[in-house]
């Protein structure tokens, strides 16, 4: 499937208005949802970032072409991606301008020789969690307990 994508519409995508650009491509040409998503991506962004056609040496320009068309969200994909480092340290990376911060770099806190320690367990993963849930601390329990007694010691005297 080789369809043109209309310069209005390659103008849309690359200014970030993918909604609009699949809408306005899906009624110039009656493609399906997925198919128009498919092909904007695949003529307009390449591939979109998801493979990196050599290592770290093809990283870098796969970088700067996603910022020069304004696309930050797949830079950071391929950084994360490309380094296995975190979704933050990513951003952050990507953010500081800096070319040298998107090259892998070796884990200085473990010695070569060494594994990582694994990382501990999210609260979530607890066997016991409840998703929604908010655990008290017992506090207005306690309140209530107290407003009650005073209630009650105020209705024994009222009454006698």
Known sequence: MSTPIPAPIAALWRNN???AAIKRLREATGMGLAE????????LDGDDGRELPGGAEALRPAIEAALARGDKIVAIKLLKD???IGLKEAKDRIESG?????????????SPGSTPAAPAAAAWMAPDHEPGRVRSSGAWTAVFAVVLVLLLAGWYFWRA
């Open 36 to 43: 128009a998503k498919s092909a904007l991506e695949t003529q």
């Open 82 to 84: 490309a380094t296995g």
């Open 98 to 110: 800096d070319p040298q911060q998107w090259l892998p770099q070796p884990n200085a806190a473990t």
């Open 17 to 19: 208005d993918k909604i």
